[in-house]
């Protein structure tokens, strides 16, 4: 069974940085989509980052140049450093997943089968 547990939210200051983790109990299959999804009140989800299993990335125009995605394979982790962060990036984030036995594109929009439970992040000014 898929279970994916996030970890390293918590509040910093506008200008700081965080890291959060992603623990992903096992792949389905060697084809996946991965991404770093967050909600903040009163706005809609955003996709801020999303990495395949050919190590392509995408990143939302709002956290380009700031945010970055990546993987440990042999640890079964994602991983989204946050640098410079603004006030606007407070929110809950969520790590995300689906499984292919195909290759496949990862585009924005893609429909995650597998969710964590979210951990969040405040950036105060």
């Known amino acids: 069974q898929v279970q994916l547990v996030e970890s390293g939210g918590g509040s910093v200051q506008a200008g700081g940085s965080l890291k959060l983790s992603c623990a992903v109990s096992v792949f389905e299959y060697r084809n996946y989509c991965m991404a770093w999804v967050r909600q903040a009140p009163g706005k809609q989800r955003e996709e801020v980052a999303i990495?395949?299993?050919?190590?392509?990335?995408t990143y939302a125009d709002s956290v380009k140049g700031r945010f970055t995605i990546s993987k440990d394979s042999a640890k079964n982790s994602l991983y989204l450093q946050m640098n410079s962060l603004r006030p606007e990036d407070t929110a809950i984030y969520y790590c995300?997943?689906?499984?292919?036995?195909?290759?496949?594109?990862?585009?924005?929009?893609?429909?995650?089968?597998?969710w964590g439970q979210g951990t969040q992040v405040t950036v105060s000014s």
């Open positions: 990495i395949d299993s050919d190590e392509s990335k």
């Open positions: 995300a997943a689906v499984f292919s036995l195909f290759r496949r594109l990862c585009p924005p929009g893609t429909e995650y089968a597998y």
